[in-house]
């Protein structure tokens, strides 16, 4: 197999690992951490879909779905370079933004869509979604592992490939 293709599933398997087991980053309403993962916001994207309110909720909408289901596209990106590329870019800058917002460089409001995902409620607590602080008791190892396979996932797409 060739090292683009693997990188490519590589790639999807690490994204879609961080954006549904991991939680990307936490924060605190009235004493209630919120832990703000793609599974946990799954159900939240679906109720938004039943009663989009404006333009706004619809392109919110739009945009989690394809963060959301990015894995996918990079996994998909094993037979043709432009879906790893595409299910890459998301992902690689909602990551930054994230990194930007838990460490103060931009303001909160900038994640404002992402809160969405948010949940003050764990499937399983402690273990679904895994929240584990690498340097900030904001940010989590999700947004790390998002940011690495995106960044995987890019250098896969620019690999020339066979057939």
């Known amino acids: 197999m060739e090292k683009g293709k693997v990188l490519s ?9 961080a954006s549904f087991l991991f939680t990307l980053f936490t924060y605190s309403i009235a004493d209630n951490t919120h832990y703000v993962s793609g599974l946990l916001g799954i159900n939240r ?3 938004m ?17 394809i963060f959301l289901f990015s894995g996918v596209l990079q996994i998909l990106g094993f037979k043709y ?11 690689l800058f909602f990551s930054i933004i994230i ?7 931009i303001s909160v409001q900038y994640l404002g869509a992402l809160y969405i995902l948010g949940s003050d409620q764990p499937i399983i607590d402690g273990i679904i979604p895994l929240h584990i602080s690498i340097i900030n008791p904001n940010d989590s190892l999700g947004v790390y592992l998002l940011l690495g396979s995106s960044v995987i996932a890019i250098i896969s797409s620019l690999i020339k490939r066979e057939g």
Request: aromatic share 12%; charged share 0%.
């Open 9 to 17: 599933l590589i790639s999807g398997i690490i994204t879609l690992t």
């Open 45 to 47: 994207v679906i109720h």
């Open 49 to 65: 879909m039943y009663a989009p309110y404006t333009i706004f909720h619809i392109l919110s909408i739009i945009v989690l779905l």
């Open 81 to 91: 370079r432009s879906f790893t590329f595409l299910g890459s870019v998301l992902p």
């Open 99 to 105: 990194l930007l917002g838990v460490f103060g460089l």
